[in-house]
């Protein structure tokens, strides 16, 4: 039988409101467990629009996605959070009734196996569990987070390696926009010659072509991939005729969207909306007792679906929370300027 690890608060998403939940727990004196489906933190931020500059976080004229993810990483650091990556949440079981009666916390399990026990649960989902599109090959597996990726953590990881993006999207396009002058070559492999991405940067990427730095390999899809020990020589590709070549190549990376859906949290008895969790505005607590939801995945009357909303709301969660870690010890609330922070 797995022993369970055990936290005050696990925290499901490790998105950019997932982050910044670890740093209001933290200031709270909270341990916390950071579970996602996705091997690397930083939920859409990373995987859909890691070099897109956001407008609307407060002290940032303009902030891309990836840098969004480093700063709220950096911030969460002192607090020693522990990641669970690439492995969701199966299910999740009251702990039981303490001697007190009241439910003595939540028990979640993993893909894998692992358990973890948590005095109280913030979902922070996103619009609930989402993971990549497979590249649809049959050995797939065996390159799959060695030299198959579906999102990139840093780019400094793909410096002089041969790189093969696929796919026709924003995420694509950015990615050979951004690579340019990093890996050492790069080709950008898609069925057809019209891209679905931005046209300013479809502009940008056509002018790297026309210079050489980018390899444009259209009309072709993925056919195969060759190598061993999960680490790749070839990539192939085939028309839609059949008419197949090879590619030579260190890194694919595979960008076919997203898939999303509530998954097993449809299960767990929350009050849902719509595929959203319902939960009351001033505490973001759900229906069961110590489980709270915030960001995208959290609904209530006249709900704005911006990031700094689900960071004031993981802020309101954090503080509903401590009664439940600390039942007997008054809350004072402080601000961060007169606080300060471990290790300041």
């Given at each position: 039988m797995t022993t369970p690890a055990v936290t005050d608060v696990a925290i499901i998403g490790a998105?950019?409101?997932?982050?910044?939940?670890?740093?209001?727990?933290?200031m709270l004196g909270f341990r916390t467990h950071v579970i996602d489906v996705l091997d690397a933190p930083g939920g859409q931020c990373t995987a859909l629009y890691p070099e897109k500059p956001i407008y609307d976080i407060p002290g940032y004229p303009a902030i891309s996605g990836s840098e969004l993810i480093d700063k709220l990483l950096e911030q969460a650091a002192p607090f020693a959070p522990t990641f669970h990556l690439g492995h969701p949440v199966l299910k999740m079981e009251p702990l039981g009734p303490g001697p007190n009666g009241v439910n003595r916390g939540w028990q979640l399990e993993l893909a894998g196996g692992t358990k973890i026990a948590a005095r109280a649960v913030i979902i922070a989902g996103g619009t609930g569990a989402f993971g990549p599109v497979r590249l649809p090959l049959p050995n797939v597996a065996e390159f799959e987070g060695k030299s198959l990726f579906y999102l990139v953590r840093r780019k400094s990881d793909l410096a002089g390696k041969r790189v093969v993006i696929a796919g026709g999207g924003d995420s694509a396009v950015d990615w050979a926009l951004a690579l340019a002058g990093i890996a050492s070559k790069i080709y950008v492999v898609h069925r057809r010659d019209k891209f679905r991405a931005a046209p300013e940067s479809v502009r940008k990427m056509h002018e790297l072509v026309t210079a050489g730095v980018i390899d444009m390999v259209v009309p072709y899809q993925m056919s195969g991939l060759v190598g061993a020990n999960g680490h790749l020589t070839e990539a192939k590709v085939a028309t839609l005729d059949g008419a197949e070549k090879s590619i030579p190549a260190d890194v694919v990376l595979a960008f076919f969207g997203l898939v999303n859906n509530l998954g097993p949290i449809a299960d767990w008895g929350l009050t849902l909306d719509q595929s959203h969790i319902v939960v009351r505005p001033d505490t973001c607590a759900t229906n069961l007792p110590g489980v709270f939801a915030a960001g995208d995945i959290a609904t209530y009357p006249n709900k704005l679906k911006l990031i700094l909303s689900g960071f004031a709301e993981v802020a309101q969660a954090a503080h509903?929370?401590?009664?439940?870690?600390?039942?007997?010890?008054?809350?004072?609330f402080e601000y961060s300027t007169s606080k300060g922070k471990p290790g300041a």
């Open positions: 998105g950019p409101i997932g982050l910044f939940a670890v740093f209001q727990c933290g509903a929370i401590h009664p439940i870690i600390h039942p007997d010890k008054a809350l004072h």
